[in-house]
């Protein structure tokens, strides 16, 4: 009996979840190969330039959170699974077209300005696909198999954190830029094809859109995202969280690898390991822990209440940060020992993986069960930008102190200020309410 009830309850037995799961694993394998190589080619045709880096992430991240907001008034009154396709086609056709223009004009100089390009405009349509893709889970399945279909899909992430970066590090070795680029725009196409396939129930808004109602529809999900009081403390905590801790990934990792690895006369498996190749490593053991992390969850109920929790894990990685912080200034700012410091940061990796699938997906179950479903699509916009409103100026500074102070001063910066703020977040009466 509790056989038949299992089968029946699993999620993967819908056939919209199916579409979506598939259709995101091959996109997603896109986004992976697509980050990987534009963060090192950008610093290979740059001459190391960590700041130009930084600038475009940057300007990146700007344009995900403006193009935010336009995806969450549409993700409320348009299908979210046609925001989803249409988005899609769109970031395929420009990397196609983006390809080709990187053909016919070879320059260093212009390959950069058709990078930046491509990165402000693919990086719009992802701000209008996110919020409809993050509030079309509770259209599509029932509210007890949020937990899992998230776990799932973390699950699936953590899948290509370990696959799709293995093969993102080799094929960045093996294959021009301009062939790795048509693959990634063929994902989006397929991704596109497998959306278009999804059916559930959806009621058009009677109102025709316009700049005043779009407006009117922001104003109403951000005064009920207000009434959240403590969900509102846990987006302030988390967008200072984000501050400290995207540089240590988008910007540190990549210029560590391109100077303080690829300069070592020798390093750890450098007999089969190319430097990138190790960047590949580490998001590998990030990817493996993730996976044990959303396996356990994925069998567990949903619990009412996260934050003490999600409180305490994010402590958790601030002691693992600065663990890595000193583990660097001892054995590569003071010694020559890359390699304890290759190993360390792989077990730092492993550790932060493990912890933050802990804290992303009850947040994500309960964002999703607490909002109600014809305002998701604008909550979802409006924490997006509340979470991740000062990365842009984040990835700029980070490149800044890297160009002027180096990496122990950023890994210093980056620690001591996650750790203020996950203590802070620890003693917050409102987060303890989640």
Not at 243 to 256: A, D, E, I, Q, T
Not at 402 to 414: E, M, N, Q, W, Y
Request: glycine letters at 8%.
């Amino acid at each position: 009996m509790s056989n038949k009830a299992e089968k029946i309850n699993n999620v993967f037995l819908n056939r919209n979840f199916r579409l979506v799961f598939f259709g995101a694993l091959v996109s997603d394998l896109g986004a992976t190969l697509y980050s990987f190589a534009v963060s090192f080619y950008i610093l290979e045709i740059s001459g190391n330039n960590a700041f130009l880096q930084g600038l475009y992430l940057a300007l990146c991240g700007i344009a995900v959170l403006l193009f935010t907001l336009v995806g969450g008034v549409l993700g409320d009154r348009v299908s979210k699974s046609k925001i989803m396709y249409v988005c899609d086609y769109l970031k395929g056709g420009m990397i196609l077209l983006a390809t080709l223009l990187m053909l016919l004009f070879p320059s260093a100089a212009a390959q950069l300005v058709i990078l930046f390009v491509l990165g402000i405009l693919g990086n719009m349509v992802s701000g209008v696909f996110a919020p409809a893709a993050g509030a079309l889970f509770p259209d599509i399945i029932k509210e007890e198999q949020l937990q899992q279909a998230n776990a799932y899909f973390t699950m699936k992430n953590a899948l290509q954190g370990i696959l799709g970066i293995i093969l993102a590090g080799i094929l960045y070795a093996l294959l021009p830029i301009h062939a790795l680029f048509l693959l990634v725009g063929a994902c989006y196409l397929a991704s596109g094809i497998s959306e278009m396939m999804i059916r559930y129930e959806f009621h058009p808004s009677p109102e025709r859109l316009t700049m005043k109602r779009a407006f009117r529809d922001l104003a109403d999900g951000f005064r009920y995202l207000t009434d959240q009081k403590a969900l509102l403390a846990m987006l302030a905590a988390i967008l200072f969280i984000n501050f400290f801790f995207v540089p240590l990934s988008g910007n540190f990792l990549p210029y560590f690898v391109k100077t303080g690895l690829a300069e070592a006369p020798s390093y750890l498996f450098d007999n089969f390991l190319t430097p990138e190749q190790w960047s590949s490593a580490f998001e590998v053991c990030v990817g493996i822990s993730t996976l044990i992390g959303a396996a356990i969850l994925s069998g567990r109920e949903q619990a009412d209440h996260c934050g003490k929790k999600v409180a305490g894990l994010l402590c958790a990685i601030a002691a693992v940060l600065i663990l890595l912080t000193i583990g660097y200034v001892v054995w590569v700012d003071r010694s020559s020992q890359i390699n304890v410091f290759l190993i360390s940061l792989s077990l730092g990796f492993f550790a932060i993986g493990f912890l933050v699938t802990g804290i992303n997906i009850p947040i994500s179950t309960l964002i999703m069960r607490v909002v109600d479903k014809d305002k998701l699509s604008k909550v979802n916009s409006l924490t997006s930008i509340g979470s991740q409103g000062m990365i842009p100026i984040a990835s700029v500074l980070a490149g800044g102190i890297l160009k002027v102070f180096g990496s122990s001063a950023l890994l210093a910066f980056c620690s001591l200020g996650f750790t203020v703020t996950a203590v802070a977040m620890l003693f917050n009466p409102h987060i303890r309410e989640l």
